[in-house]
T-cell receptor, first 111, second 112 residues
């Protein structure tokens, strides 16, 4: 079993839809949770990071962590075609050096 | 623009050939990393350097060596390339203030 599981998709939604992307994990020691966005043939870029449980909002993006269920989510409101990318979850327990990445979910937002 | 610069962007090697992937960052970050990305596998850590002068193995170090030349530069060497090393390689540095990596644009390596 992988430490971090992420549905690879692809997920296809119409413009303006609310998108929900999710990851589950097995290591209860994870404390830091990140979401990265990766456009085709580019490196991943950090979208959001949260520490421990709770919600964090940044514009159209909301990250949610439920440590009791070992489940994290990224919500995208009012999705745009420019949001079409692969979204990677990532997590770690030491604050650096040993980050575990999910395999990524491919998202397509249709105009 | 500030960031992580990787060279080359593309490379084709024959089995048994050697090469070095170069990486440099200009953000004054202490930690630098080499990852490989394969379909369905996500990003896997090859080696990392927590600070200038130190390097450590990651999840998949076999067949690779690294050198932290100075604070800015961290290179990855394949001594004898194998088809299993066909992958996209990313260099990254860590912003310790927000636990966020800054990644380079990647090197697409094919070993035939």
């Amino acid at each position: 079993q992988k430490e971090v599981e992420q549905d690879p998709g692809p997920l296809s939604v119409p413009e303006g839809a609310i998108v929900s992307l999710n990851c589950t994990y097995s290591n209860s020691a994870f404390q830091y949770f990140m979401w990265y966005r990766q456009y085709s043939r580019k490196g991943p870029e950090l979208l959001m990071y949260t520490y421990s449980s709770g919600n964090k909002e940044d514009g159209r993006f909301t990250a949610q962590v439920d440590k009791s269920s070992k489940y994290i989510s990224l919500f995208i409101r009012d999705s745009q075609p420019s949001d079409s990318a692969t979204y990677l979850c990532a997590m770690e327990n030491t604050g650096g050096f040993k980050t575990i990445f999910g395999a990524g979910t491919r998202l397509f937002v249709k105009a | 623009n500030a960031g992580v610069t990787q060279t080359p962007k593309f490379q084709v090697l024959k089995t048994g050939q050697s090469m070095t992937l170069q990486c440099a960052q200009d953000m004054n970050h202490n930690s630098m990393y080499w990852y490989r990305q394969d379909p369905g596998m996500g990003l896997r850590l090859i080696y990392y350097s927590a600070s200038e002068g130190t390097t450590d193995k990651g999840e998949v170090p076999n067949g690779y060596n690294v050198s932290r030349l100075n604070k800015r530069e961290f290179s990855l060497r394949l001594e004898s390339a194998a088809p299993s090393q066909t992958s996209v390689y990313f260099c990254a540095s860590l912003d310790e203030a927000n636990y966020g990596y800054t990644f380079g644009s990647g090197t697409r390596l094919t070993v035939v």
